[in-house]
């Protein structure tokens, strides 16, 4: 079955087509940076051998965040706390892209405004669900910094060992 067949995906190569889905958990502390449990659990999955798997979704900075517990990849703590699952996942032969994430317009205005405060922003004031939160659109400028911000994270995320990164760009969040 071609299932159990090797492949490569950009400059990994993998023992088989079996890819380990990202999964939202919400185990990060409320600073956004994952524990001992990340490394264990991402450990657990790496046990076959030449595995892709992809993290759960992770905030590119505060302002993209909006949803607790969420871990990060904007700053030094956060970098180390991945590089340890990085590491651990490494040492079984497998590999690991890191799934980046901005919340927009899908965010909760009650954390963004506790852990900022930040506004709540998207493409345009349109709500993430109907009689939702209306976001404010982001200006010219602000796309720019998302641009940046992604590029940043891309970057925080090769110094925390990852082997590629993906861009969750769906359910309304702020690339959709």
Same mark, same amino acid.
């Given at each position: 079955?071609?299932?159990?067949?090797?492949?490569?995906?950009?400059?990994?190569?993998?023992?088989?087509?079996?890819?380990? %889905?990202?999964?939202?958990?919400?185990?990060?502390?409320?600073?956004?940076?994952?524990?001992?449990?990340?490394?264990?659990?991402?450990?657990?999955?790496?046990?076959?051998?030449?595995?892709?798997?992809?993290?759960?979704?992770?905030?590119?900075?505060?302002?993209?965040?909006?949803?607790?517990?969420?871990?990060?990849?904007?700053?030094?703590?956060?970098?180390?706390?991945?590089?340890?699952?990085?590491?651990?996942?490494?040492?079984?032969?497998?590999?690991?892209?890191?799934?980046?994430?901005?919340?927009?317009?899908?965010?909760?205005?009650?954390?963004?405004?506790?852990?900022?405060?930040?506004?709540?922003?998207?493409?345009?004031?349109?709500?993430?669900?109907?009689?939702?939160?209306?976001?404010?659109?982001?200006?010219?400028?602000?796309?720019?910094?998302?641009?940046?911000?992604?590029?940043?994270?891309?970057?925080?995320?090769?110094?925390?060992?990852?082997?590629?990164?993906?861009?969750?760009? %769906?359910?309304?969040?702020?690339?959709?």
């Amino acid at each position: 079955s071609p299932l159990f067949q090797p492949t490569r995906v950009g400059n990994v190569d993998l023992q088989h087509r079996i890819v380990m %889905a990202p999964l939202t958990r919400q185990r990060a502390d409320k600073d956004h940076v994952h524990g001992k449990v990340a490394k264990t659990y991402y450990e657990q999955r790496a046990s076959t051998p030449g595995t892709l798997i992809i993290s759960e979704a992770t905030f590119i900075a505060p302002q993209a965040g909006g949803m607790p517990h969420v871990p990060g990849i904007w700053n030094d703590a956060q970098i180390a706390s991945w590089k340890a699952v990085t590491d651990a996942v490494h040492a079984k032969g497998s590999y690991m892209f890191l799934q980046l994430w901005a919340l927009g317009r899908a965010a909760d205005p009650g954390v963004l405004k506790q852990e900022g405060p930040y506004d709540l922003v998207g493409p345009s004031a349109v709500p993430h669900t109907a009689g939702g939160a209306v976001p404010r659109a982001l200006t010219a400028a602000e796309i720019e910094e998302y641009v940046t911000l992604y590029a940043q994270a891309a970057r925080n995320a090769i110094a925390a060992g990852f082997d590629g990164v993906e861009v969750h760009s %769906a359910h309304g969040y702020l690339l959709d």
